[in-house]
């Protein structure tokens, strides 16, 4: 069954560290967000600073609607005790903390990207992998990102999916993503890359 949605894109990655005052960084994100608000979709990050703010500003810029899945329980622990931003068109407040909260950012995602990330991100990415998700991965933009293969197949000793990909152009890497979501369903189970895969999908 093909969904009949506009397609709604997860931005995930640096909200703070480093990478958030690299202007390489910050200028790949931002593209990275106005090649998502061109087409039309619906953009989709966890109401954070950093790399995803600076892709949802893009995104804004080129017309796309965001959507911020924030870790608080009100507006008020969002901006004083979160300190995040409110610059999303729409904000749901899940009350659930950070973990729980990528949970749902994940699970309400068409396709995931990464960009640079630390442990955090390395938590959504391997939420993401282990639910068989599109993931799209901007490389050179520091953090994880940089080193995602190296992690998935030396250390961990696993495959890279086909449906994984990635580029260090935003533009490229969003359009290797619509053919990763148009080729590889989502998976129909919690566990859809092991159960599905009993069933002939994944």
Same mark, same amino acid.
């Given at each position: 069954?093909?969904?009949?949605?506009?397609?709604?894109?997860?931005?995930?990655?640096?909200?703070? #560290?480093?990478? +958030?005052?690299?202007?390489?960084?910050?200028?790949? =994100?931002?593209?990275? !967000? &106005?090649? *998502?608000?061109?087409?039309?979709?619906?953009?989709?990050?966890?109401?954070?600073?950093?790399?995803?703010?600076?892709?949802?500003?893009?995104?804004?810029?080129?017309?796309?609607?965001?959507?911020?899945?924030?870790?608080?329980?009100?507006?008020?622990?969002?901006?004083?005790?979160?300190?995040?931003?409110?610059?999303?068109?729409?904000?749901?407040?899940?009350?659930?903390?950070?973990?729980?909260?990528?949970?749902?950012?994940?699970?309400?995602?068409?396709?995931?990207?990464?960009? #640079?990330?630390? +442990?955090?991100?390395?938590?959504?990415?391997?939420? =993401?992998?282990?639910? !068989? &998700?599109? *993931?799209?991965?901007?490389?050179?933009?520091?953090?994880?990102?940089?080193?995602?293969?190296?992690?998935?197949?030396?250390?961990?000793?696993?495959?890279?999916?086909?449906?994984?990909?990635?580029?260090?152009?935003?533009?490229?890497?969003?359009?290797?993503?619509?053919?990763?979501?148009?080729?590889?369903?989502?998976?129909?189970?919690?566990?859809?890359?092991?159960?599905?895969?009993?069933?002939?999908?994944?």
């Amino acid at each position: 069954m093909v969904s009949q949605h506009k397609l709604k894109i997860g931005v995930m990655g640096s909200a703070s #560290g480093p990478q +958030i005052s690299d202007p390489i960084a910050q200028e790949k =994100a931002r593209n990275l !967000g &106005r090649a *998502i608000g061109k087409r039309g979709y619906i953009f989709i990050n966890g109401a954070c600073p950093g790399l995803p703010h600076d892709a949802l500003l893009g995104a804004k810029e080129s017309g796309g609607l965001t959507i911020g899945i924030s870790p608080a329980f009100s507006e008020y622990e969002h901006l004083n005790e979160y300190q995040s931003p409110l610059d999303n068109d729409m904000m749901i407040y899940t009350g659930q903390g950070f973990m729980e909260r990528d949970i749902i950012n994940i699970r309400s995602s068409d396709g995931v990207v990464f960009v #640079g990330g630390g +442990i955090g991100t390395l938590n959504e990415f391997t939420i =993401a992998y282990d639910e !068989g &998700r599109p *993931i799209a991965i901007l490389t050179n933009s520091g953090g994880i990102s940089n080193s995602i293969e190296n992690i998935v197949v030396n250390l961990c000793q696993r495959k890279i999916p086909p449906n994984m990909v990635m580029d260090d152009d935003p533009e490229k890497l969003i359009e290797k993503l619509e053919v990763a979501i148009a080729a590889f369903p989502l998976p129909i189970h919690e566990d859809g890359r092991v159960r599905d895969s009993r069933i002939g999908r994944g």
